[in-house]
């Protein structure tokens, strides 16, 4: 059909047929366009030595004809072939249309997992058009500098934003704004945070916009909690939640889901969490938006194993680890992912399956330049040596580890503290004076009690109340191994329960109190039971 809208029918058959026998060409089984027939080149060489014959003023008139025949093949479904009628429009010198063709061709790309490629098509496009079409520039720049921040390239999209933001106004500035708010966020920059989000929060309330207002108050949540301020962050992300027009901004709402998500998680509310955790997982995977689908599955997958669910946890990991493995062009959500994985294994003392799995995670951590990943990895391997019995290397361990910690910002800082602050007491417990023992779990218990980690708030009150014992002032003990399993029942958490309870249990079997202690392992058993 294209060779007949060049020349007509005159000696067509016969000029295939001749470079058909002759091994030039070859005859496709299928053709892109219905109730037509489509011939490939058998070597490219053979295709570049016969464009090569044709004057450029040629080549330019076919490239035009080539196009109008792909449009009039095409009918409503364009789109389809947009990064082939850009080509043509290019190579015919029809600027404007190939800018036209290039854009949509990028968008589709945007729409599908081919975020690398919708950047080069929109450079493709920034190429072709001249200085004086600043506002389509301006708009194309701001759509590349997007969907920069979607592949996850963090730096080149931080640029990006910076060097278009003194040039925007109106939506298209809050749109940037927010993209940088994000940029800074996942960088851990608390104060860029803050202030991109603030402002995009501030233009969208005064142009009256919820639908812009909405994520900027997200964001600004993610802001309260990078810094430990919870209960403000949640307050935040619940305003966000309530003006959030229904389907607006998906891309937007699936980070939205996994930040407030994750808040829940933290402060133990697992249910609402796994609620919150899912919905933006299937958003992030219905948009192919790789942030949403990496952070979501990774929150859900958390939260899913804090309350009993493991084996559905751990269906996420697997099947999140292998979509950010194949799409991630730097490993740094999936290098967090494949951390919760292992550390998921390990607070079930499958330690066998954790350790690759940590040690994959800090290597990854490693290649994408994510410190976070790394330490919280490193963190798991005391843990996992702790649960091992390996005291003497958990020990060595944790004083260059809580160095590293310290370089961290943001929530990264506050959640990796709470964590050593836990496993310092843990091993004072077991090879430190009581009293030594006792410090470290205070110190622990009000680590998690400034941040409301109400799963380590109990795990320190159980090594508390096990040192006391130790340092023979029983009741104490008792009431502190009794409010924690009390706080573990509150939490919902099997694996915390059984912890809580085999804690108690053993402090009442260490006191005589044969009856109690029956009890208190019964609980144990029970918990055990529903994992």
Known sequence: GALLSLQGGDGLDHIIDSLEARDFIRRERRSKFADDTEFTFKHMLIREVAY????????????????????????????????LLAHHWREAGDAPRAVTYLVMAAENSRRAWAKGEAVSLYGQALDLLPP????RLRSIRLQRALTIVESGD?????????????????RDLIEALLARGKTAFWSVDADGTRMHSQAAADLAERLGDAELRAPALSLLSATAAM??????????????????PPGARPRDRAHFWGTAGILHYWVGEYETAIDWCRRGYELGTEMRNLEGLMTCGANLALSLASAGRFEEGLEICHRVSAQGKELEQSPRFTSRMICVWGGILREAFSLEEATPLIQEAVELADQADFPMAKVQGRIDFVFADISAGNLGRASETLPTLQDDAAQLKGFHQWLTAGRLAQARAEIALQT??????????????????????????????????????????????????????????????????????????????????????ETAFRAAVNAIDAC
């Open 52 to 83: 090569a014959t044709l004057p450029r003023s040629v080549r330019r008139e076919r490239h035009a004809a080539m196009a109008q025949f792909i449009e009039g093949a095409a009918g409503d479904r364009t789109t389809e072939s947009a990064a």
């Open 227 to 244: 810094v430990g301020d919870i209960d403000p962050a949640v307050s935040l992300a619940r305003q966000g939640a309530d003006i959030w």
């Open 154 to 170: 963090l730096p080149t999209a931080a640029e990006a934003l910076d060097e278009l933001i003194p040039e925007l106004e109106g």
């Open 132 to 135: 004086q079409d600043s506002e």
């Open 432 to 517: 430190q004076p009581a009293e030594t023992a006792v410090e470290a779990a205070r110190d622990a218990l009000r680590e998690a009690q400034v941040r409301r980690r109400l799963k380590y708030e109990v795990a320190a009150r159980s090594v508390l109340g096990s040192a006391l014992l130790r340092a023979r002032q029983p009741s104490h003990g008792i009431v502190e191994l009794e409010r924690a399993v009390q706080d573990a029942e509150r939490l919902g958490s099997p694996i915390v329960t059984w912890r809580a309870a085999g804690a108690l249990a053993e402090g009442l079997n260490a006191i005589g109190d044969d009856d109690r202690t």
